[in-house]
């Protein structure tokens, strides 16, 4: 591997850095401490940053030379609401609050490549150092982007990356066009009437007309999308009744659609609401019917992820660098910012948990699970990356 050395003795201070931001987890647009620490190292190390986008989050404006060319490279700094088991020291100090998907790791990566290029600067332009709030279902991008990011720090591309647990440790995974779904989801109301049991003929049941949507709803994607494309309908939750001698008034269905693109997200939502109406039309029962967009599907683009492939194989060789990486059902909220700028995001192997600390959990080292750690091995790993892409994307001219 071609790290860089500097980035490599800097290790046991960024590794600091994540294990107590790791120990202080915080949720979706309450960073207020990540924020802080964040601001401090980057102002310590003489960066100028910009406070408050999105609330918590912060940029880092690193300029050099004459150039008016500018790169963004993100991470994003919230922990998830669930119970951490590991208990090892850097574990949660916040019961109810842990970063178990990596996001300590991701911060920690983009300071560590902030320190180097504030003190090296081998490149001509603008970098754009991106500490976003809210990953986790707050949608901080769309945020930061309607708060104006884009408009006042322009820049010609934007990258981001993501620890792939299960992914060998110095190996990248990367492809160009939809690498990540959009997540979506519904709640459907059906209003019946309610009756006594024994009586079914003076009621209507909504529990018959909710099983008759969700079971037709199954076949949108077996006979309306085409089946050269991916897409997800689960209905993940039934809400109904309170009594074995009751027909009750309503029944509620709730659940997730995913799919790789806005198209496929259109034709299932209209397919849905078709079948919810004419459903309960046919039995006498009303509907409501709401259908929640939240991540667009994450679309790499072309150019900037060949260039970023590239990258990646100088840091870790042209082996350790899957650039056809099979796409996850997985949505992530870089994709709003890759709806507005051209660029790349990428998963760095996490390795097989075998890294953790004594007192570790003994579920496997999964994304979201209570057992997870991110692995400090990748601190210079994805360190390096953020450096060397962002001074082959700002060549200095010779
Ligand atoms: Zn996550
Ligand atoms: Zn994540």
């Not at 500490?131 to 720090?153: D, T």
Request: include cysteine; charged fraction near 20%.
């Amino acid at each position: 591997m071609n790290l860089i050395d500097p980035i490599v003795q800097f290790q046991a201070e960024i590794q600091q850095i994540r294990r107590d931001i790791h120990a202080h987890p915080e949720l979706c647009f309450e960073e207020h401490r990540t924020s802080e620490v964040v601001a401090q190292k980057l102002e310590a190390w003489g960066i100028p940053i910009i406070r408050g986008l999105a609330g918590t989050g912060i940029v880092g404006v690193l300029k050099n030379g004459t150039s008016e060319r500018a790169i963004g490279l993100r991470a994003d700094m919230d922990a998830l609401p669930m119970q951490e088991i590991n208990t090892f020291a850097h574990t949660s100090k916040h019961d109810g609050k842990m970063h178990a998907c990596g996001h300590d790791g991701h911060t920690a990566m983009l300071l560590g490549a902030a320190h180097y290029l504030s003190k090296y600067k081998e490149f001509d332009g603008t970098v754009y150092l991106i500490f976003q709030p809210a990953e986790e279902g707050g949608g901080g991008a769309r945020r930061m982007i309607e708060e104006g990011m884009f408009e006042k720090y322009p820049m010609d591309a934007v990258f981001g990356m993501h620890n792939w647990p299960g992914a060998a440790v110095g190996t990248f995974g990367v492809t160009p066009g939809p690498m990540m779904a959009s997540s979506n989801e519904f709640e459907v109301i059906v209003r019946g009437k309610g009756a006594h049991a024994a009586q079914p003929h003076k009621g209507i049941d909504p529990i018959i007309v909710a099983i008759q949507m969700a079971q037709s709803w199954q076949t949108i994607v077996s006979r309306n999308a085409s089946p050269l494309e991916s897409a997800v309908l689960s209905v993940t939750q039934i809400h109904s009744g309170s009594a074995t001698n009751v027909i009750p008034d309503e029944a509620t269905l709730i659940g997730t659609v995913r799919a790789f693109s806005t198209e496929m997200i259109d034709l299932i939502e209209k397919r849905m609401r078709t079948i919810a109406e004419h459903t309960a039309a046919a039995f006498d029962a009303q509907v409501d019917f709401r259908f929640k967009r939240n991540y667009p599907p994450l679309i790499n683009h072309a150019k900037e992820t060949a260039f970023a492939a590239e990258v990646m194989r100088s840091v870790v060789g042209a082996d350790k660098v899957d650039d056809q990486v099979e796409p996850t059902m997985g949505a992530e909220d870089f994709s709003f910012m890759l709806q507005a700028k051209p660029g790349c995001y990428v998963f760095l192997g996490n390795g097989d948990g075998g890294h953790r600390d004594m007192g570790h959990g003994l579920g496997p080292c999964n994304l979201h699970n209570p057992s997870y750690d991110f692995n400090d091995d990748l601190l210079p790993i994805g360190a390096t990356y953020w450096v060397r892409l962002a001074e082959a994307y700002l060549k200095k001219s010779t």
